[in-house]
């Protein structure tokens, strides 16, 4: 399964224009090089960061108020809006880019621009972005927030000291999928982007003209990176599940020398 992944790193190094291994020229970096001086690719990177930058500001707080709304809220029909909520998952990226540029085209003339392929990653990415808050809301226990309102804590000072402490982990997980979403993202911004370019097409374009090495060399940096922020992400849930496993034991300590702490008895009077 990972044989043409391997190859095509591999193919990075060969000292030839075509990007076979046989016949092996010899090792070079220089494709690596060229991509490196390769001024369109740059551009393409960073119009895909900001959009998936803007993706995230809009996915994270539209999932966490569709979280909140399922979870919390009791209204009727609710299984019929969770599924319009997650219908955009279901749909082709195509069928979301084409109704995304006819409604805002014909209602805002912001047709083929990069703001529009925001709002249309954003309409399923959201969605994905509530599921995550969804799994962890359910788990969260509702006499933690009703603790700190007894204490005198306004809805804003529970939401910010409770919850969003609580949902760290899934916000930060929600912010990874966003970006990675938004940056590979290709049918839906193949109509929406107008004359920009993205990332993937910029890739997709550089591929029909014919494969070559500095793509590979391209792709092999593709390939370290994924597997770097993999890692980083891997280490910063750990250590906010270690975090969170503290704080479950200090509150568990905490109630356990409140338990064993004897009340004083009241003595008679003379």
Not at 188 to 201: A, C, E, L, P
Request: net charge positive.
């Amino acid at each position: 399964m990972f044989a043409p992944l391997i190859y095509m790193m591999a193919v990075a190094f060969n000292d030839s224009r075509i990007p076979t291994l046989n016949p092996w020229r010899g090792f070079t970096l220089n494709w690596f090089v060229v991509m490196w001086e390769d001024t369109r690719m740059w551009q393409s990177i960073w119009k895909s960061v900001v959009i998936a930058f803007w993706v995230i500001v809009l996915s994270i707080p539209l999932g966490l108020a569709g979280a909140l709304f399922m979870v919390r809220l009791q209204v009727p029909g609710k299984p019929l809006i969770y599924s319009i909520l997650i219908s955009p998952v279901l749909m082709p990226g195509i069928i979301i880019g084409l109704s995304t540029l006819v409604f805002w085209d014909a209602s805002f003339d912001i047709g083929g621009r990069w703001q529009l392929s925001v709002l249309g990653q954003s309409s399923f990415i959201s969605a994905y972005c509530m599921l995550l808050f969804m799994a962890r809301l359910q788990r969260f226990d509702p006499t933690l927030e009703e603790a700190a309102a007894d204490l005198g804590a306004t809805p804003l000072q529970v939401f910010w000291t409770i919850m969003v402490p609580y949902m760290r982990p899934a916000i930060l997980s929600a912010v990874a999928i966003s970006f990675f979403q938004s940056f590979e993202n290709y049918n839906t911004t193949t109509f929406t982007i107008g004359n920009d370019n993205t990332f993937t097409m910029y890739i997709v374009g550089k591929v029909r003209k014919g494969v070559t090495p500095d793509t590979n060399a391209l792709a092999f940096v593709l390939v370290v990176a994924t597997v770097i922020g993999g890692v980083a992400y891997e280490l910063v849930r750990r250590r906010e599940m270690k975090r969170a496993a503290r704080r479950a034991r200090r509150a568990q300590q905490a109630d356990e020398a409140l338990v064993a702490t004897p009340t004083p008895v009241a003595q008679p009077a003379d």
